[in-house]
């Protein structure tokens, strides 16, 4: 352990975690304090996802762990061994954007934008399991995270239009197969 | 009413997608704490944790023995700046206090005062530093009220603030405004109503989500670099420049994308000393905020005591208004109190006035500007008080302010009557709602109504267009993007060329690649950078004007541009688009770039009148809030979204004040809220789709009739909510926020009351 004058740093040992983070294999090493958001932010440079508050109440660092929503600066670095991680940086397909970052675009739902990542990451959790919310449902799923431009209009109905269009996409697709 | 009209324009008041906005869905735009360089240090700061007290030692040895810590800098390595009085947006800025606010020197005036600052080679390093850092403090008594900073004996914060008014005394007041006008007291004579009411508002924070960050690269040269979220690159350069004691020349600020601001972004925490500490170093330094630093130590607003004496005749003409007003400073002087004492009444006509206003230090964070500051406190006394007037006489509260409301030649607070403004408009738009006319007969549900005013600001901006080889062009301007005005930037450009909005690309410059521009704030930035991205499209047209003419072999006179094509009044010289013409340009002189500088005059003022539905829980005081309209006058709405944006945001900020948001100190004077569990922001489930009008009275002093909108729906929900409550429940609330324990004291009180009339009636 390095010592200057006689002070132990408090450097502690790295681990190395094996996770998949938005469909690719990954392997990085981190300290057993660091947060799955500082692992994600200054270790593997993913800065998509942002820290508001890092005590789990604004939202903003939502990644989904598992499919599951989930504040990554809740979530140590080493609990990422094993599971899959998708941020928003792998919420696009490689040329199209997914239907929620459309619909935030067309309703103008992001004014500054820093809350939108995280708000993206809880709509797709949503989404991924309700495909038809109810408004109330959607300002439910999304009660964990905090905007403070919009006032949640335009987040609210971006997220039943990106809804209604998936649902239809599926359909369509449904209908083609059949 | 119609969202927005467009009249005769192609792309304004169109709706299209903002050009940063894909960057900002996909998780690439970079805000500042996104940014790190090679060989980067991070650092933390040590901050007080007493409300007031002297530092008497500091010894930073063990923090510095600890291995990877480079480099700690104290309040003894800040020049003593400059004690004069300089404008930063819509609040004014002390260099000598802001230098005593980034690093305490000798006294800590607030709990979270910063006192070093520490660089080492992470994070938590410099965060265990922090912790071996020694400060002996002598505790001196907190002072955390207006009252209590303004009685005689309170403890002292600043002893060279002194009061000109009573011999030169040690005071806690930093200034004393008053307004008058008229004749009170013969104007109370002639009133048939006078309500009194005195009114306490709690200190709230702008809750942007990104918190405030710095990376500073100091060059061996002399020459640093900043990266930092802000509202104002230029006034971070300038604030830095101060307080480091350097020329403005010295320093470049890159501005991130911003992740909110407010008008808590106007100023500078953690900028100059991520200079200073690379400049020790010899490595960028980076320094981000927690969001506990942010609360206890970044600029809020202030919390407020406001007396108001209103009179009013029985045909409903408010006759005088008599105000005392104090707001809380935090530890240094420039609270927003003289804004919210010209504020107050500035919607109505009032013949006989008198305001007293007084800017008070209370250990408390130095207080920056937030959204129309200081007219949201002085609103939530003057329109509640309005209501109750407007129910004594019997008037339906919408007709009693258009009654009483100013309109074109209707005298201000201060300065020349209004120009044409759009606040009866305001008023009839709400009247005139769905909202409004619907019917609301459930127990325990209300509906209020209440307006606000706000100034706007024009200040100085720089524009260039760039003519793009292929016909596209790039507007670059020096405002910070905060909400989609880099989308309003280059639909006027667009607008004006007659090109594609997709065709513009709008760019955000750091300090060295545009002319000066003042912050973004102020509602000034479609107003005043619009006005100067119009004139630098215009200059652009005129030099193709010129380049055109010489294709043709005509005199520039004899080349019109209309409808996006240069004419040559010659039926053998077919029109030429921009498009055309710009392949030309090599040829006839070379690259053509637009330019215009402006000092913005003709500032159109904005009003907003807004309607809120609440229920009431009567057994516990928790207030919904069901429905909401907002009308606000726009003068022109360049894209209508963003707009409505402004309006919905600056109205859930404004709900949040009312109902839950408040700075909770102990009897210490330390801050007991100082996460984002505590400190209430409203969620999405607090609230429910905001409805807007935008009204569009042109501006007289914009090209475009632009006013600006970012501030003024911030200034009526707070009154909106209490005028709300009390027709929901009956009980007049008089403090912010009215959370439940609040207003239930005050409804458990009237039911004691009536219990008590009816025991006494049996």
Request: aromatic share 6%.
């Amino acid at each position: 352990m390095a010592q200057k004058n006689g002070v132990k740093a408090p450097i502690s040992r790295k681990s190395l975690v094996d996770t998949t983070i938005n469909g690719e294999p990954v392997e990085f090493l981190c300290e057993p304090r660091q947060s799955l958001l500082e692992c994600l932010r200054d270790v593997l440079e993913l800065t998509g996802s942002k820290e508001g508050c890092l005590t789990g109440d604004c939202g903003a660092c939502t990644v989904l762990m598992d499919g599951r929503a989930v504040c990554s600066c809740l979530v140590l670095g080493v609990e990422a061994q094993g599971k899959n991680i998708v941020t928003v940086e792998g919420l696009a397909e490689t040329t199209r954007l997914h239907a929620l970052q459309q619909k935030f675009l067309e309703h103008a739902s992001l004014q500054c934008g820093i809350c939108t990542p995280g708000f993206l990451m809880s709509a797709k959790a949503l989404l991924d399991r309700n495909p038809d919310p109810t408004e109330r449902e959607v300002r439910y799923a999304l009660a964990g995270n905090l905007c403070r431009c919009t006032g949640y209009d335009k987040i609210v109905r971006a997220v039943l239009d990106a809804a209604k269009t998936l649902r239809e996409t599926r359909d369509a697709s449904a209908a083609a197969g059949s | 009413m119609a969202a927005s009209s467009n009249g005769n324009f192609r792309v304004i008041g169109t709706r299209p997608i903002r050009h940063d906005g894909i960057e900002k869905v996909v998780g690439r735009a970079k805000y500042g704490a996104d940014y790190s360089f090679p060989g980067m240090l991070h650092g933390k700061l040590l901050r007080s944790p007493h409300a007031h007290a002297r530092i008497k030692s500091i010894n930073v040895e063990k923090a510095l023995k600890l291995p990877g810590v480079k480099a700690i800098v104290t309040g003894k390595d800040l020049p003593r700046a400059e004690n004069k009085i300089e404008q930063a947006g819509e609040m004014a800025i002390n260099p000598y206090y802001l230098s005593m606010n980034i690093l305490a020197h000798d006294k800590v005036l607030y709990d979270g005062h910063a006192i070093a600052a520490v660089a080492a080679t992470s994070p938590h390093i410099a965060e265990e530093a922090v912790r071996l850092i020694e400060v002996e403090y002598e505790v001196l008594p907190p002072v955390m009220t207006v009252d209590a900073a303004m009685k005689p004996g309170a403890a002292i914060l600043l002893h060279d603030l002194r009061n000109k008014e009573e011999g030169n005394k040690e005071t806690n007041v930093a200034q004393h405004h008053q307004f008058k006008r008229g004749d009170v007291e013969a104007g109370f004579k002639s009133a048939d109503f006078i309500v009194e009411r005195e009114f306490n508002t709690a200190m709230v924070h702008q809750g942007y989500i990104e918190p405030h960050n710095a990376v500073g690269i100091y060059n061996n040269d002399g020459q640093a670099t900043i990266y930092c979220s802000t509202q104002g690159a230029f006034d971070v350069r300038s604030l830095s420049a101060q307080v480091l004691g350097v020329p403005v020349g010295k320093l470049k600020v890159v501005p991130a994308e911003i992740g909110g601001g407010f008008g808590g972004k106007t100023t500078i925490y953690l900028e100059p000393l991520s200079v200073l500490l690379s400049q020790k170093t010899g490595a960028p330094v980076k320094l981000v905020m927690s969001r506990a630093e942010v609360l206890r130590a970044s600029g809020p607003t202030s919390g407020s005591k406001i007396k108001i004496k209103m009179g009013a005749t029985r045909d409903g003409k408010i006759i005088a208004a008599q105000i005392w007003m104090a707001y809380e400073a935090g530890a240094f002087p420039g609270s927003p109190v003289g804004a919210g004492a010209m504020c107050i009444i500035a919607p109505y006509t009032i013949e006989n006035l008198h305001i007293d206003a007084y800017d008070v230090v209370v250990n408390r964070p130095k207080t920056a500007a937030y959204r129309a500051p200081g007219a949201t406190n002085a609103a939530m006394a003057s329109e509640t008080i309005i209501d109750e007037l407007a129910d004594k006489c019997g008037i339906d509260p919408i007709d009693f302010r258009i009654m009483n409301g100013v309109k074109e030649g209707s005298p201000q607070v201060v300065g020349p009557p209004f120009k044409r403004i759009g606040f009866i408009e305001t008023c009839e738009a709400i009247k005139n709602s769905e909202h409004y006319k619907s019917k609301l007969e459930v127990p325990f549900r209300g509906r209020g109504v209440a307006s606000g005013f706000w100034f706007n600001a024009g200040m100085q901006s720089s524009a260039t267009v760039n003519i793009h080889t292929d016909g596209t062009a790039s507007v670059v301007t020096g405002s910070t993007d905060i909400g989609g005005s880099r989308a309003a930037m280059a639909m006027i450009t667009a607008e004006l060329l007659g090109l594609p909005v997709n065709d513009v690309r709008p760019v955000v410059a750091d300090t060295d690649s545009i002319g000066h521009t003042d912050v973004t704030g102020g509602s000034r930035v479609t107003f005043a950078t619009g006005m100067a991205v119009y004139e630098a499209a215009q200059d652009a047209i005129a030099q193709l004007k010129k380049r055109a003419a010489m294709v043709w072999e005509l005199k520039p006179e004899q080349v019109e541009f209309r409808d996006g094509e240069f004419l040559s009044g010659d039926p053998s010289k077919p029109p030429m688009k921009i498009k055309e013409l710009s392949k030309r340009l090599a040829r006839t002189g070379g690259p053509i770039t637009g330019r215009a500088s402006v000092n913005a005059r003709g500032v159109g003022p904005a009003f907003a009148t807004t309607c809120i539905d609440v229920e009431v829980d009567p057994d516990t005081g928790k207030v919904q809030v069901l429905r909401c309209t907002v009308a606000q006058d726009a003068g022109r709405a360049i894209h209508p979204s963003y707009v409505e944006g402004q309006m919905q945001g600056g109205t859930a900020q404004g709900i949040g004040w009312a109902l839950n948001e408040e700075y909770f100190y102990d009897d210490k004077g330390i801050l007991r809220n100082t996460g984002l569990l505590d400190y209430r922001m409203p969620t999405c489930l607090d609230l429910p789709l905001i409805e807007t009008a935008i009204v569009e009275v042109p501006n007289p002093g914009h090209p475009l009739g632009v006013r600006g909108v970012g501030e003024v729906s911030i200034v009526p929900p707070p009154a909106a909510v209490a005028n709300a409550i009390y027709d929901a429940v009956g009980v007049r609330m008089t403090e912010t926020p009215m959370s439940p324990p609040k207003l239930l004291k005050e409804i458990l009180k009237k039911r004691a009351a009536e219990n008590a009339q009816s025991a006494a009636a049996d």
